[in-house]
């Protein structure tokens, strides 16, 4: 399997190449474009016990018997938007997902999450361990709140 992502380079230029849509595109005569292929792969390892990055390797072999352009391939037709264009956005959302979670918590809050395993790790018991964990579990219950009682502000308005 395999997609084609355009990157267009002016001649001469030592300029980065910039991503260019391809409806964008236009025949120039000073417009190179570069078509780089990606083959998309399942992996299921091997990886050493210590690695670590265990857990993300493991979770990459758990999916490399799917086939992900079957669901692509169903969204596109249904929604009229190019394949590559989904796969585009779809790696773009997943890489940058980390960025958007800081951004909808909030730095605070990233870093209030942060604190309790911060000062089990420093006691380094399993007591401690689990009040972090009883901490956090609160906090994000807190979180939830709202959530799972939608109702809960409507008083406020009245």
Same mark, same amino acid.
């Given at each position: 399997?395999?997609f084609?992502?355009?990157?267009v380079v002016k001649?001469?230029?030592?300029a980065?190449?910039?991503f260019?849509?391809? +409806?964008? *595109?236009?025949?120039?005569s000073d417009?190179?474009?570069?078509m780089?292929?990606?083959t998309?792969?399942? /992996?299921?390892g091997? /990886?050493? %016990? %210590? &690695?670590k %990055?265990?857990n993300l390797?493991? &979770?990459?072999?758990a999916?490399?018997?799917l086939?992900? #352009?079957?669901?692509?391939? +169903?969204?596109? +037709?249904n929604?009229?938007v190019?394949?590559?264009?989904i796969v585009?956005?779809?790696?773009?959302r997943?890489a940058?997902?980390?960025?958007?979670a #800081?951004?909808?918590?909030g730095?605070?809050?990233?870093r209030r $999450?942060q604190?309790?395993?911060?000062?089990?790790?420093?006691?380094g018991?399993?007591?401690?361990? $689990?009040a972090?964990?009883?901490?956090?579990?609160?906090?994000?219950a807190? *979180? +939830?709140f709202p959530l799972?009682h939608?109702?809960v502000y409507?008083?406020?308005?009245?």
């Amino acid at each position: 399997m395999g997609f084609a992502c355009r990157r267009v380079v002016k001649h001469g230029s030592d300029a980065p190449a910039d991503f260019v849509p391809s +409806n964008q *595109l236009e025949p120039k005569s000073d417009i190179l474009a570069v078509m780089t292929m990606l083959t998309l792969t399942g /992996w299921t390892g091997p /990886w050493p %016990d %210590d &690695d670590k %990055d265990a857990n993300l390797k493991a &979770d990459i072999a758990a999916h490399a018997h799917l086939d992900p #352009l079957s669901t692509i391939t +169903n969204l596109s +037709n249904n929604v009229d938007v190019p394949v590559g264009a989904i796969v585009h956005y779809v790696l773009c959302r997943w890489a940058s997902e980390g960025s958007s979670a #800081l951004l909808e918590l909030g730095p605070r809050m990233v870093r209030r $999450l942060q604190e309790p395993f911060e000062t089990a790790e420093v006691a380094g018991t399993d007591e401690a361990r $689990l009040a972090a964990y009883e901490q956090i579990r609160q906090m994000v219950a807190w *979180l +939830n709140f709202p959530l799972d009682h939608p109702g809960v502000y409507d008083d406020l308005a009245e």
